[in-house]
């Protein structure tokens, strides 16, 4: 690999190859193997640069891996199977156009939930969030891979809450997505009043989609514009538990079907526990003995109009819907509030994954389903499990309301301490198997999933593969990636 | 006939493809079964078998872009002619959408292409004044023993016009008989023409036969302006929205006041002239007839200016009387029934102006069979959907293409289906049905 | 003007039978008006496009994509229309078969509980509607009305439909297509093509939708849809019209009686304001908190035109001044309670915005209280101070609130419900016999505002020509969408097709509309395959993409793409690898 040109095009600070840099760049999970570490550094300051970066690697056969995050790097998301340079946008850190009356504001790739969180706070804004996020995660990468919200009923579409964004092709040319899609400045755009909100376009084009979830092999993003949600002025968090998932599932869906309420969990008690002792996972038993099976955390709140009649129909209203299906609603369990759990849940984790409190190392299953089906897809899990000899109670389920709760997102989290890896990594290879067998859906394939998805569908493999010779012809970005 | 197709090609070109001439209003859309409101359509699925895409076809005749054929002629005819279209579009266009399609049919008729079942139907009905030939069954058969005063011998103040079904159809001479019986009941002076009435002439405006229709038109207007009578009662609703709107639309209209059997039955009943007392537990539903219904409404021979305001908005000065279908025949069938002890009315979901067409009108049954029978039998299951067990009407062919129709339907309930008259069931409360 | 070989015809018999096939002209020309309503430039008559070689109406997705196959051997080519309303779905090239997908009617599966259903073309929003409400489920509704295809109005076209606030923007309640590509493959997207069920377009990785629809889609250009699975929002109204609460005799065309009020969760409300900016306010401020069903912004023209029945009443009726003196900032919001509760909360929240932006919550018929109206007419435009002003508006919103409900009160309420939650256009084709509309910016909805101002002046000097009908130039039709998050506006117009003035205009109105794009507004409602060429350069060449989408996904050109990727020149688009 021909360093010398990138070396001589990006100024000094930009670029290094030191072998403390290179290893900050190591995928901090140990079933993720194959990836090889960067071959360098780069750190461009703006577009122009970056777009330099990608037009010489197209020219000298280069190839690039996108980071936004700050190290620890706990996914596969950054790894790649061939020799490759890092582009770290983690410094990009413009935060503007915060607009409160328009629920929108502008970040780059670098901006983390640390950063936007009181920056928007004080405007009275927050944010649908991924869960328990840790700090220094870039918004805009949770975005783009399509993290799980919880915020259900302001979940309107998988692409939220992605609005428009600026991108780089795999070749260097520039674009625009959505109402941002115009060749004048973005000031000018904001002058004339356009917030940059519009997702679709411009034209027929939706390549926005086509880089979300790609895991940086379709585009560089540089800058997104997000959507934000009003804060409530008042609030209550509730907490409802059952050992059968049908009442919570049809709890669930009653409410969201009127759109009531606002945040929204599913946890098994194994995934709560996991969260809210992650800073004391000596307390992890106690907490968990506390709760049912299966925990149902919804937010009912008011806003700016008659905030608290609002606050007061709908605790009503969703307390008949409790009643009827035979769960309690309150507002604390075992001395843990409700509003305790939401903070836990919304607020960054810190650096380390809080999934890896518990036993050193987490794996982390990921699949989407309707929430009708969890159950089954959980049944599935369970029996790979104990043929793994892996019992129910080790491992934790978090199952996600999202897009109104049209589909869930089940995420299977099994702590294991580091001498259990191998039996783990067998394992995750059973289960993501015995799942797919069953047509189970994994949106953002990961592990074992990224390397067996594509053959369910041959016919939207090739179109993938497609649009990877529109977005990137050269492989530039993430090559490998899905196969592609 | 190309002149006049030329002189709608300013309400052709009114169309802009809203879709709305296919299908029925939507408060009145209550399954996907009951949406269409245009027969063709609904049988072919393609554009250019609705009001819009015949306004399309026309302008293509006109800008020689299409030339006539035979083949042409013989899909155009499958249109029932029964003017939902015009009913639709009216609102949306200020357009008579029919109007375009009989003015095509015209023209088509004119460069000599028509389908040859019509062409035989039409020598049949300029020979032997009827579409089939020469008939066994008189005019004037079906009132043979009543004893009615027969024109121009005897005078009376009422002409009844029987209509020429009652030469084919036995049901329906028959429900003609029964409707004769009602009058003198009544006490009404009523006279008939007999073997001198004549067909109305509707079938030879259906098939686009415009100059045999005009001819029929003059010569049956003038022999009932020479009837010397107050009032003349249709027993078909074919022949009076023939009578008292095609006839002025195309030639000129009887000086003398058309009024159909319905209309009179309501009113003998509401005072008290006819008593109906014997109770009729059946469950019925009723179709509205096309010519009955919105066919009927008179066309004003509008003279004016068209107008633009606001440099682009067309405007007719004096404004032009609309036909949206709301003037016909609907309020009076439903007093009669509501009148009739122990029956059970329950209405479809197209009714009235927005009528779904039996199938039977535009020439259909006999040039494209297919059309009529798969409109019929979506009217039929209309009216099963509804509970009925009888659907009654108040119009020939109506009741003459449900009751040949019904006994194709897949469905024994349908299959057994009674067909009425709503004079039949008049009859029936009135104590005459032995 | 090309007509099948016997050959082709034979073929093309054996896959969708002699009933589905018609190679006459007349019907060929049935099907082809380019963009129906688009006068010609002599104002004579019809802008024709290519005669299609055949009409096709397959009945499954086998018989359409053999027929795509077979394009793909041959220099035969497909376009693909459904409801076809005033786009009409045209060929462009005389070898093209134009599948009508109307004999594709189907509701494939409906799912109360993820409130999902899954259509074919041809199956309509008010057939989706019948059954959906009786799930408590609404699909969104297209502006031209529930006439019109639920799939096409999510994968392919644009517009704005009043319900967006509660049931979704429409191509954003996509969760899934079955598409017949190019190459004749069948796909279908997300968890449909992986066997899961139809819950997502989106992923394994990518979400490949976006190869097909951003703002606009498509339009019968790329392959054919043959199935999609849509997301549907909730629904607290009755489970049909016809019902004992909300039904209709049918007694006039336009003016349906309603048996019985409407339900007690349920209110239709019509309000009016003193400006754009306290119009925008309220608006803002109904939909944040999800306080409105339904919202739509209407123009004093349209309300004028509404109620009345022809052209001639409408002069008169817009001359008088008195629409554009009220009527000049109005809107119309359904407020729908999933519990009565609810529904009263969110009715004194909508009271409470309304007064508090100044404007007047509306019932009767204004006319027949002329101290009323008048009082109105001097509130907007008397110049009043702030004082004044608001002891004006609450003593005449008292008045209002004090009249009796009458029997028209209920009808208008009935019909006008009824109308909006199935986007009926009263007679919007009445005007004149072209509608068009310039603009139409998915983005916020002060930006709808902005971009409303723009197209004024653009239009505006048309109309002082003469050109564009002067319908008081401030057009704009939109709402907000989902929550109050995105807005959209467009400005209509109307041209008359015979005039031809109205027809040399229509052109040069659009091609000025380049000059919103220049200064930042998104060309959405007026792009589309004809004008990417034209409006492309100023955003970031998207004509060049999309025609290389087009090169990639259809090699053998066997689509007709004007509609999606422009004019028949794509061979020449350089690739970019």
Redesign the interface.
């Known amino acids: 690999m021909n360093l010398d040109v990138l070396k001589n095009m990006l100024p000094q600070d930009a670029v290094s190859t030191s072998d403390s840099d290179l290893q900050a760049y190591k995928i901090n999970d140990p079933l993720a193997t194959g990836y090889m570490l960067p071959s360098a550094i780069l750190k461009p300051k703006n577009f122009e640069e970056l777009q330099k970066i990608i037009q010489t690697a197209n020219k000298e056969d280069l190839k690039l891996v996108i980071v936004s995050s700050v190290a620890p790097h706990n996914r596969e998301g950054i790894g790649c199977t061939e020799e490759h340079v890092v582009v770290d946008l983690s410094g990009w850190k413009l935060i503007d156009g915060v607009d409160r009356k328009n629920l929108v504001c502008r970040v780059e790739p670098g901006v983390t939930y640390d950063e936007l969180i009181p920056i928007i706070d004080k405007e009275g804004m927050i944010f649908p969030m991924p869960l328990a996020p840790k700090s220094g995660k870039s918004i805009v990468a949770a975005i783009l891979d399509r993290e799980a919200t919880n915020w259900p009923n302001h979940h309107w579409n998988s692409q939220d809450p992605l609005c428009s964004m600026e991108f780089a092709f795999g070749s260097g040319e520039q674009f625009r997505t959505g109402s941002a899609a115009n060749n004048v400045p973005v000031e000018q755009l904001r002058a004339l009043g356009i917030s940059m909100k519009g997702p679709n376009g411009p034209g027929s084009l939706g390549l926005q989609r086509i880089i979300q979830g790609s895991q940086g092999c379709m585009g560089v993003v540089t800058w997104a514009t997000i959507k934000l949600e009003m804060k409530p002025t008042i609030s209550k968090v509730m907490i409802l538990q059952s050992d059968n998932l049908r009442q919570i599932e049809q709890f669930v869906y009653d409410v969201d079907h009127h759109r009531w309420g606002e945040r929204q969990y599913i946890f098994d008690n194994h995934t709560l526990a996991m969260l809210m002792t992650y800073k004391n996972p000596g307390d992890f038993d106690k907490v968990k003995a506390s709760f049912k099976k299966y925990i149902c955390v919804q937010e009912i709140a008011g806003f700016h109009l008659f905030p608290e009649e609002r606050l007061e129909y709908q605790t009503r209203d969703i307390k008949k819907i409790a009643t009827g299906v035979g769960l309690k609603m309150e507002e604390e369990v075992g001395g843990i509030a409700g509003s305790d759990i939401l903070a836990a849940a919304t607020t960054p984790c810190g650096q380390t994954d809080w999934r890896k409190s518990l036993k050193g190392e987490c794996m982390s299953l990921h699949m989407q389903t309707t929430l009708d089906r969890a159950n089954e897809y959980i049944g599935i899990f369970n029996a790979a499990a104990s043929v793994a000899g892996i019992k129910r109670e080790e491992y934790g389920v978090h199952i996600q309301p999202i897009v109104q709760n049209s589909s869930v997102y089940i995420e299977f989290m099994l702590p294991y301490a580091a001498a259990d890896l191998e039996k783990i990594r067998a394992f995750e290879e059973s289960a993501t198997k015995a799942l797919n067998a069953n047509q189970a859906f994994f949106a953002r394939p990961y592990g074992t999933s990224a390397k067996i998805v594509w053959d369910n569908d041959p016919v939207s493999t090739k179109l993938m593969k497609q649009m990877k010779g529109l977005m990137d012809p050269n492989r530039v970005l993430c090559p490998g990636k899905f196969g592609l | 006939m190309r002149e006049r197709l030329q002189e709608l090609?300013?309400d052709m070109?009114?169309?802009?493809?809203?879709?709305?001439c296919?299908?029925a209003?939507?408060?009145?859309?209550?399954?996907?079964q009951y949406?269409d409101i245009c027969p063709i359509f609904k049988h072919y699925?393609?554009?250019?078998f609705?009001g819009?895409?015949?306004s399309?076809?026309s302008?293509?005749?006109l800008?020689d872009?299409?030339?006539p054929d035979q083949?042409?002629a013989e899909?155009?005819a499958a249109c029932t002619a029964c003017g939902a279209c015009t009913?639709m579009c009216?609102?949306?266009?200020?357009t008579d959408r029919l109007e375009i399609n009989m003015a095509l049919r015209e023209h088509l008729v004119d460069e000599g292409f028509s389908p040859e079942v019509h062409k035989k139907a039409i020598e049949n009905l300029k020979q032997h004044d009827n579409l089939y030939g020469d008939l066994k069954i008189s005019p004037g058969a079906w009132a043979e023993g009543l004893n009615l005063k027969k024109f121009p011998e005897q005078k009376a103040k009422v002409l009844l016009f029987a209509g020429c079904a009652t030469r084919y159809n036995a049901a329906y001479a028959a429900s003609a008989r029964k409707f004769a019986e009602l009058l003198l009941k009544a006490g009404v002076d009523v006279g008939i023409l007999g073997d001198d009435e004549p067909s109305c002439g509707l079938p030879a405006f259906w098939r686009g036969y415009k100059d045999v229709f005009v001819d029929k038109a003059k010569s049956v207007t003038q022999q009932l302006n020479d009837l010397g009578v107050d009032k003349i009662i249709c027993m078909g609703g074919s022949c009076y929205g023939t009578l008292k709107a095609r006839y002025h639309e195309y030639a000129e209209k009887p000086a003398i006041g058309v009024f159909h059997a319905t209309t009179v039955l309501a009113e003998l009943i509401g005072k008290g002239k006819l008593a109906l007392t014997t109770p009729v537990p059946m469950t019925v539903t009723y179709h509205d007839p096309c010519y009955l219904g919105r066919r009927s409404e008179f066309k004003n021979k509008w003279q004016g200016e068209i107008k633009?305001?606001?440099?682009?908005?067309?405007?007719?000065?004096?404004?032009?009387r609309?036909n949206?279908?709301?003037d016909g025949i609907y309020d009076e069938p439903r007093k009669i029934l509501a009148a009739i002890p122990g029956l059970t009315f329950n209405e479809m979901?197209r009714?009235?102006?927005?009528a779904w067409c039996c199938g039977g009108g535009g020439g259909v049954h006999d040039a494209v069979p297919e059309v009529e029978q798969s409109t019929a039998l979506n009217r039929l299951e209309e009216a099963r959907d509804v509970k009925a067990d009888c659907i009654v009407s108040a119009c020939p062919y109506c009741e003459n293409t449900f009751s040949l129709t019904k006994k194709k339907s897949d469905r024994k309930e349908i299959r057994e289906m009674q067909v009425l008259d709503i004079v039949d069931l008049v009859y029936k409360a009135a104590g005459l049905d032995a | 003007m090309y007509n099948l070989t016997d050959e082709q015809r034979k073929k093309l018999v054996e896959i969708v039978g002699e009933e589905n096939i018609?190679t006459?002209?007349?019907?060929r020309?049935?099907?082809?008006?380019w963009f129906?309503?688009q006068p010609r430039p002599d104002g004579e008559?019809?802008y024709?496009t290519e005669?299609a070689a055949a009409?096709i109406?397959p009945r499954t997705v086998e018989q359409v994509q053999k027929i795509t196959q077979y394009c793909n051997e041959t220099d035969l080519m497909i376009h693909v229309t459904s409801?076809?309303?005033?786009v009409?779905g045209a060929a462009t090239f005389d070898h093209t078969l134009l599948l009508?997908m109307?004999?594709m009617?189907d509701i494939v599966s409906m799912d109360g509980e993820n409130m999902t259903v899954v259509v074919e073309p041809f199956a309509?929003s008010?057939?989706v509607q019948?059954q959906s409400w009786k799930k408590n489920c609404n699909p969104y509704v297209i502006s031209?009305?529930?006439?019109?295809s639920t799939l096409a109005a999510a994968t392919s076209h644009t517009g704005y439909g009043s319900i967006g606030t509660s049931c979704g923007y429409g191509p954003r309640t996509l969760l899934g297509v079955e598409w017949v590509m190019p190459d004749g493959d069948v796909i279908r997207f997300g968890s449909a093509g992986q066997g899961s069920g139809w819950f997502t377009a989106a992923g394994p990785g990518p979400d490949l939708l976006g190869s097909i629809r951003g703002f606009n889609g498509a339009m019968g250009g790329l392959g054919a849809y043959t199935k999609a699975a849509i997301k549907m929002g909730p629904w607290y109204g009755p489970s049909?019209?016809?019902g004992d609460e909300i039904a209709?005799g049918?007694?006039?065309?336009?003016n349906?009686i309603k048996k019985g009020g409407l339900p007690k969760n349920m209110s239709l409300n019509t309000t009016i304001y003193p400006s754009m900016e306290a119009m925008s306010d309220a608006h803002y401020h109904m939909h944040e908190e999800n306080i409105c069903y339904s919202g739509s912004r209407m123009p004093a023209f349209v309300l004028a035109m509404a109620p009345l029945?022809?052209?001639?009443?409408?002069?008169k009726e817009?001359?008088s001044g008195f629409h554009k003196k009220i009527y000049g900032y109005t809107l119309s919001n359904q407020i729908q309670g999933a519990s009565q509760d609810e529904y009263e909360w969110k009715q004194k929240c909508f009271n409470k915005v309304v007064s508090d932006a100044g404007g007047i919550r509306m019932r009767g018929v204004l006319k027949m209280y002329p101290k009323i109206a008048e009082d109105i007419m001097k509130l907007f435009h008397a110049g009043l101070s702030p004082d004044e002003y608001r002891t004006l508006q609450l003593d005449i919103q008292a008045r209002i609130d004090a009249l009796p409900v009458t029997p028209i009160d209920i009808m208008a309420a009935g019909?006008s419900t009824?109308?909006a939650l199935?986007n009926?256009?009263p007679?919007?084709?009445?005007?004149?016999?072209?509608?068009f509309t310039l603009g139409g910016n998915l983005d916020t909805w002060d930006a709808g505002v902005v971009q409303n101002k723009l197209t004024m002046e653009i239009k505006e000097p048309y109309?002082t020509?003469?050109?564009?009908?002067?319908?008081g130039v401030d057009t704009g039709c939109g709402n907000p969408y989902e929550g109050g998050h995105l807005g959209y506006t467009e400005n209509v117009f109307?041209?008359?097709?015979?005039?031809k003035?109205?027809a040399e205009t229509l052109p040069k109105a659009i091609g000025d509309a380049v000059t919103e794009i220049q200064k930042g507004i998104s060309s959405f409602t007026i792009s589309s395959g004809m004008n990417n060429e034209r409006f492309g350069p100023y955003e970031f060449d998207y004509q060049i993409w999309t025609k290389r989408i087009k090169k990639i996904l259809d090699p053998n050109d066997a689509c007709d793409s004007t509609t999606y990727s422009g004019s028949p020149d794509h061979k020449e688009v350089p690739m970019n690898g």
Not at chain 3, 250 to 254: A, F, I, L, N, V
Not at chain 3, 309 to 315: F, R, T
Not at chain 3, 465 to 471: E, N, P, S
Not at chain 3, 494 to 499: A, E, L
């Open positions: 090609k300013y070109l009114k169309c802009n493809r809203c879709n709305f296919k299908m209003p939507f408060p009145t859309i209550v399954s996907k949406e699925r393609m554009h250019g609705t819009s895409g015949q399309y076809a302008i293509a005749i800008e872009r299409v030339t083949t042409f899909q155009q009913t009216m609102h949306h266009t200020e633009t305001a606001f440099g682009q908005m067309d405007y007719y000065d004096p404004p032009k609309h949206f279908g709301t979901h009714i009235r102006e927005y | 018609s006459e002209p007349w019907q020309d049935a099907y082809g008006i129906a309503s008559g019809v024709w005669r009409i109406t409801t076809g309303q005033l009409a009508d109307s004999r009617d309509r008010i057939d019948m031209i009305g529930a006439v019109g049909e019209i016809g209709f049918c007694k006039t065309p336009s349906f029945k022809d052209n001639a009443s409408l002069v817009w001359e019909a009824a109308a199935r009926v256009d007679g919007l084709a009445r005007p004149a016999s072209a509608m109309v020509k003469g050109g564009i009908l002067d319908d109307w041209v008359n097709r015979v005039n003035n109205g």
